[in-house]
């Protein structure tokens, strides 16, 4: 059985919405989706799934506040403590078991009601062996960077392209938050963090919603928008130790993309797709996560990013819609934003951000530090 996302809804991304409470972003990106797909949560939607991380709301057992505003009081209701493709996955599986015909899955920040999100890092570390260190957990994207680097031959003015492209590209996009001219000059020479790790290396938390209606074959050629098919999904995570991982070569991303692949039937990757929007949470993620994906040889992305490969008039593509180095990082939501976006171009409504003939794309997304955990959707019309 096909699996489509018939339904799209993004909540413009803030750095803060004092106007706002997290239930009402949460209201206001499922109204969004639930028109584009013409529906009425109360008697159309069989399922619905949040992706949170009870640390960063505050509280536990998330999903007994979440029915409420998504119009799923006394409905199926599920918590997925993972990133939003990891919640996506989720809903293809309730469809293709027969659990459900049209599941909603929704994820969002309320990151500036946070105040301690770098404890909340930190806390994530390993109790024994790292945490007692101190420091800010963001040395250990520092640390990361200089081996990614060293290992995969890249360059560091290759993140300050990929940091310039991603917030420039963002002033086209009306939802980003931190859209800006920044160049390869400001970002190589913007403030020292964690060596090679800079000031705009890193992405800025944001407030904002994503909310996907996703529905079967049957159901979803009566819904009102025209469906864009999950033609392939895949997650996983590598260990939890920052001792025993691959620094160069993150293994979630290049387990998950296997799984996609395979479902997908994709067997080139370099050569498969139109579109690629994927993990950019700090700039040399996009590159390695590149690489990682077989979208461009070891070594390569970096390359790409100097001769505009990844532009919008390039070779492939890669986050024309500003990343979250340029909308903002929206912590669980990221992955689901990135799919959201594609969705977009693969309907031809992306706005000033269109590509013309997008009819594939591929999706990564990571659940940031200190793990490694993420997921990969391949995305299609037309087929």
Same mark, same amino acid.
């Given at each position: ?28 990106? =499922?109204?969004?989706?639930? =028109? ?46 993972? #990133?939003?493709? !990891? ?11 027969? &659990? ?24 994530? &570390?390993?109790?024994?062996? /790292? ?41 086209? /996009?009306?939802?980003?938050?931190? $859209? ?5 000059? !400001? ?6 963090? @964690?060596?090679?790790?800079? !000031? ?18 049957? =159901? ?8 864009? @098919?999950?033609? $392939? ?12 991982? #691959? ?39 996009? &590159? !390695?996560?590149?690489?990682?994906? %077989? ?5 390569? =992305? ?6 505009? #490969?990844?532009?919008? $008039?390039?070779?492939?593509?890669? /986050? ?45 997304? @990571? %659940? ?14 037309? %087929?």
């Amino acid at each position: 059985m096909r699996v489509g996302i018939v339904g799209v809804g993004v909540t413009p991304f803030r750095p803060t919405t004092p106007e706002f409470s997290w239930k009402e972003l949460m209201y206001d990106g =499922a109204q969004r989706s639930y =028109a584009d797909a013409g529906i009425d949560p109360r008697s159309d939607v069989g399922s619905f799934i949040t992706c949170a991380e009870d640390y960063y709301e505050g509280f536990g057992i998330f999903d007994e506040f979440t029915p409420d505003q998504l119009g799923a009081v006394l409905r199926p209701m599920h918590t997925v403590g993972g #990133d939003g493709i !990891q919640g996506l996955a989720n809903a293809v599986m309730q469809i293709r078991s027969g &659990l459900a015909d049209v599941v909603v899955v929704e994820s969002h920040s309320k990151a500036s009601d946070i105040l301690t999100f770098t404890g909340i890092v930190a806390h994530g &570390l390993d109790p024994i062996w /790292n945490k007692p260190l101190g420091g800010h957990p963001n040395y250990v994207a520092g640390l990361e960077m200089d081996a990614f680097l060293r290992g995969s031959g890249n360059r560091s003015e290759d993140c300050a392209a990929v940091v310039a492209a991603n917030r420039q590209t963002a002033l086209l /996009n009306p939802i980003a938050a931190y $859209g800006a001219r920044v160049t390869k000059e !400001q970002a190589a020479k913007s403030p020292a963090l @964690w060596a090679p790790l800079r !000031q705009l290396d890193a992405s800025t938390l944001a407030d904002g919603c994503v909310v996907l209606v996703v529905a079967g074959e049957a =159901a979803a050629r009566k819904m009102r928008s025209e469906p864009v @098919w999950i033609e $392939g999904i895949g997650w996983a995570s590598d260990s939890p130790s920052l001792e025993t991982r #691959d620094w160069v070569a993150p293994a979630y991303a290049t387990l998950a993309a296997e799984m996609a692949y395979r479902l997908a039937k994709v067997r080139d990757p370099a050569r498969s797709f139109d579109l690629a929007e994927v993990d950019d949470k700090f700039s040399y993620k996009e &590159l !390695q996560h590149l690489e990682a994906l %077989r979208l461009a040889r070891k070594g390569h =992305a970096g390359k790409m990013a100097r001769s505009g #490969d990844l532009a919008a $008039g390039g070779k492939l593509p890669t /986050n024309v819609s500003g990343g979250s180095l340029g909308c903002g990082n929206v912590l669980e939501a990221s992955g689901l934003h990135r799919v959201a976006e594609a969705a977009l171009q693969l309907r031809g409504e992306a706005g000033r951000l269109q590509l013309d003939g997008v009819r594939r794309a591929v999706v990564q997304s @990571w %659940r940031g530090l200190p793990s490694a955990s993420g997921g990969v959707a391949v995305l299609g019309v037309g %087929r």
